[in-house]
């Protein structure tokens, strides 16, 4: 640990040492007071887990809170103000009904798996969020700021990429949770070597490039290479008296961003060009699709984990006219990227988790919400963390099922409650991350990935 004496305290620690002689230098986005637990968490995980696994996650964040009535848990038989607008159909799985505006998904549901009994009861959009995204509860709307690292980011710090030259963490386009980016999707004390590298841009778009995965005008392999041989001599007598690790994390981080400017393979796996027409028109020739596109290519390539933003989900009215827009969006670009995957051999490789912060309240309002000027007189569903939805494909796990089920009006789970824990030791699980794995936070106490949950058996 890196220590800076910084004068005398009365506060001190169980060492003896003074709370000010703890002064948390932020090298390359890294906090001194955890580094040696950030450098050390993928050894820890090899030996307490599975880190070799060879294995990828893709999340799919439904941004505002997607509602499990009208999509993947529907109520047929409930009063009209609960079961909704929408009928169900049923799938290519006998007793599994989803939504009539998911038909591609319907012939497919053999590839994917129902969570229809998590919950948080939380109705708050920063609380539920953060608790969708790093397994805990600490912010809210009056108190915005993320307080624990995001699953992305203690898993990538626990296994790095998958392939050299590929980054562990990507966001497409952005990782941004409520409004605030990279928000919950962030490394919080993990520092922001560990946040996810943002494609930006939007993949449909025909002049879509990624930034910062070129070399600059005028800058060849060759003199970039010179310049991080100068730089190494720089360092070298940091290095050589260092007993911190800084140094090598610093060496890490430089050699991370050197292989992925000079990678091919890299520059490769960020180009939608390399699609065929007919693929890209199966995802749909929208953001939404050709993120989700874009994000397979990148698990395909070694990205361990890659998140997808899929915006708009607060529909405390209009609830028909946002649904019958994004649904089918949602359908294309689920339905062929699980093909996709199959038809790839890539089903026991990269875990799909699609889920949002939160679900929508059962009953329907009558989009009067708050009155004016809130109202806009069509019916729509408001927050409502007491029961909702998340749909699992790929990863090894046991597909086409449903786990757990919710009451007959939808409002909380009936069998088999699970909890943002459990999602997220199931894919920790997937990882191979051990979820006790722990790192320090601000104030240099151990913090475990999850406080609690367990893979969820009907999956694993």
Request: with cysteine; hydrophobic share 35%; proline share 6%.
């Amino acid at each position: 640990m890196l220590r800076i004496h910084a004068g005398q305290s009365k506060t001190r620690y169980c060492d003896g040492l003074s709370r000010r002689s703890f002064v948390q230098a932020g090298v390359a986005g890294l906090a001194s007071v955890g580094l040696g637990n950030v450098l050390r968490a993928q050894e820890t995980s090899a030996t307490l887990g599975h880190a070799g696994k060879d294995t990828r996650c893709v999340l799919i964040w439904m941004d505002g809170g997607p509602g499990h009535m009208d999509m993947y848990d529907m109520k047929p038989d409930a009063p009209p103000e609960y079961r909704g607008i929408w009928s169900p159909i049923r799938t290519n799985v006998p007793g599994i009904e989803i939504s009539e505006l998911f038909p591609r998904q319907a012939r497919v549901a053999d590839k994917f798996s129902i969570i229809r009994s998590l919950h948080h009861n939380n109705g708050d959009h920063f609380a539920a969020a953060h608790a969708m995204l790093t397994s805990r509860f600490g912010a809210s709307g009056a108190d915005q700021v993320g307080k624990y690292p995001s699953i992305g980011s203690i898993a990538t710090a626990c296994t790095g990429p998958r392939a050299k030259g590929m980054p562990p963490y990507v966001s497409v386009p952005y990782g941004m949770s409520v409004g605030r980016r990279p928000g919950y999707f962030g490394a919080n004390y993990l520092g922001s070597k560990h946040n996810p590298f943002e494609t930006g841009g939007n993949p449909a778009a025909s002049n879509f490039k990624v930034n910062n995965l070129h070399l600059p005008r005028g800058m060849s392999v060759q003199r970039l290479a010179d310049r991080k041989t100068l730089h190494a001599k720089f360092d070298k007598l940091r290095r050589d008296v260092d007993q911190s690790g800084v140094m090598e994390a610093l060496d890490r981080t430089d050699q991370r961003a050197y292989d992925m400017v000079t990678s091919e393979a890299a520059r490769q796996a960020f180009d939608l060009s390399a699609e065929s027409d007919e693929t890209r028109d199966r995802y749909g020739r929208h953001s939404w699709g050709q993120c989700a596109l874009l994000a397979r290519r990148l698990a395909e390539a070694g990205v361990t984990f890659t998140t997808v933003h899929l915006g708009g989900w607060d529909h405390h009215w209009d609830l028909q006219k946002g649904m019958e827009n994004y649904l089918p969006k949602v359908d294309s670009m689920l339905a062929a990227l699980f093909q996709d995957l199959a038809d790839r051999d890539l089903m026991q490789k990269v875990l799909v988790v699609v889920c949002g912060e939160f679900s929508r309240t059962p009953r329907m309002n009558d989009g009067g919400n708050g009155g004016p000027p809130m109202s806009k007189g069509t019916p729509g569903r408001d927050h409502w963390g007491n029961s909702m939805f998340a749909l699992v494909a790929g990863g090894g796990l046991k597909m086409g099922q449903v786990v757990g089920s919710t009451d007959r009006l939808g409002e909380t789970p009936l069998t088999r409650p699970l909890t943002p824990g459990d999602l997220h030791a199931t894919i920790y699980h997937v990882l191979g991350v051990d979820p006790s794995v722990h790192f320090l936070n601000h104030a240099g106490r151990p913090v475990p990935a999850i406080d609690a949950g367990k893979p969820i058996a009907e999956l694993v």
